[in-house]
């Protein structure tokens, strides 16, 4: 019984780090690319910050189709947003990417509208 709580332990413990093993990693490579963290990237500023998409979603917005991500790089996140793009080549979840743009802020959530963009390796 002991060791089956050991074993049990041992696999949460990994599952619960790995996280925190995903973000370090995403810190460590927005460093070594010298890209702005999303945490500390200046808003109305021309930025250039990296990281992996969470989610891809196809929001119409204003009876405009619009492909909206959620790029998470170990210290936040923020929303990029493609208007009247209903798909975009290479564009998925779990994809890295390098986007640049301004950002700004609308309700409360911080988006870089039409970035440029580079999908990473």
């Keep these: 019984m002991s060791e089956t709580k050991g074993r049990l332990r041992g696999q949460l413990s990994r599952w619960a780090s790995a996280p925190h093993e ?9 460093v070594k690319s010298g890209c702005s963290s999303i945490s500390n990237a ?3 500023e021309l930025v250039t910050v990296q990281g992996t998409l ?10 405009v189709p619009a492909l909206e991500a959620e790029l998470y790089d170990g210290s936040g996140t923020i929303t990029v947003l493609w208007l009247g793009r209903r798909r975009i080549a290479g564009i998925y979840p779990g994809r890295s990417l390098q986007v640049q743009g301004r950002i ?8 870089i509208y039409n970035p440029r963009y580079q999908l990473r390796s």
């Design 22 to 30: 995903e973000a370090m990693e995403l810190q460590r490579d927005t």
């Design 42 to 44: 200046p808003d109305r």
């Design 54 to 63: 969470r989610t891809v979603t196809l929001r119409p917005r204003g009876g």
């Design 104 to 111: 700004g802020v609308h309700d409360g959530v911080r988006i």
